[in-house]
Each structure stands twice: as C-alpha cells, then as structure tokens.
C-alpha cells in the first residue's frame, strides 16, 4: 500500500482502532542494546502541520488515554513484534486533525541509523488487517522515520496514507519534526 491512501472499518466511518507493532533483532552478542521506539504526534484542527499538541512514546500515553503503548523492549529481544502501540480513532477528540506516526532509534551509545539495524519490521494493523508493512530499507541512512500518517476527513472518519520519510534526528528533535513533512 505504498503512497496510498485507505479508508477501511465500514463505509465513511474509516480506521477505527489500529496496532502499530514494531520489530527488529537484538544486537550482536558484546554490542550495546539497539533501542527503538514507536512515536506518535498529534495535531489539531487549527493548526494540522503546526507544533504536535502532544506526543506519546514509550513512557507516555495520550491524555484521554486513545494512544497508548500495550508492549515496550529496550533491546529487541523476544518473540514477534516486541513493541505495540494502539491508536483509537474512534474514541479520539473532533480536535484532532492529524496524527503522524513514527520510529526512532535511541543514539545514546553511538550513532545508529536504521542500516545497522537487522530485520526491522514495522506493521500497522487493524483487526486482523494488515494495512501498511515496511521494512524501512529506503530509508536505511536515516536515524528516525515517520511511516504513517492518519488524517481526519470530512465526515469525521479517519484515513491512513503511508509516509515513510527519514530524518536524521535523536528521539526528543524527532518529536518536533515528524509532522512537518507534507
């Protein structure tokens, strides 16, 4: 579903609840943990490419409780997708215009970029639909990429266009950067 746009979850209403997971390998036996996050910014009505009315990551969860993180790793170890966060459209504010959402990779022990991370994967699911996969390979220079971005249409309903960009950013820069690409 490259560049495309999807409306699902019934005719109009659009993406209801999705799962964002998010995986990848561990690091090699004597190396420092790999530790990548999924990221969310959320914007309003009055301002959809503005500053993010507020972001959730791994140690947060949106104020009204419709983003939040439901698995967290440190190091990309375990079974499966090792990192979920939720998003429920259907329960979010009539506030909200736009929700970007991301990963990013923590450079606290040296300069990462998703290159040098092995079999990442991230999904984004609704029910038992998948709706967006990437491997985020196209953007294996960058240390931070958005993948999605959910957008509030006319009706009210919510609709999803993949948007893989790259940034070169730590997590806290990234925050303030994903929502500006459109």
Not at 67 to 91: N, P
Not at 145 to 157: D, I, K, L, M
């Amino acid at each position: 579903m490259r560049g495309r746009q999807c409306q699902v979850s019934g005719v109009s209403n659009g993406v209801a609840r999705v799962e964002v997971r998010l995986k990848w390998d561990p690091s090699p036996f004597g190396e420092p943990p790999r530790h990548l996050d999924i990221v969310a910014a959320t914007y309003s009505v009055g301002e959809p490419y503005g500053p993010p009315l507020y972001v959730v990551h791994s140690e947060s969860r949106s104020p009204d409780g419709t983003i939040t993180m439901s698995r967290h790793s440190e190091t990309g170890l375990g079974l499966g997708f090792v990192e979920v966060m939720v998003l429920e459209f259907d329960r979010m504010a009539s506030s909200l215009a736009r929700v970007v959402v991301g990963v990013a990779i923590h450079q606290d022990r040296g300069r990462k970029t998703f290159g040098d991370i092995s079999n990442a994967k991230v999904v984004v699911v609704e029910r038992y639909e998948e709706l967006l996969v990437d491997d985020l390979a196209q953007v294996a220079g960058s240390t931070a990429a958005t993948v999605a971005e959910f957008t509030r249409n006319a009706s009210g309903g919510w609709g999803l266009r993949e948007m893989v960009r790259g940034f070169d950013s730590d997590p806290l820069a990234f925050a303030g950067q994903m929502g500006s690409v459109r």
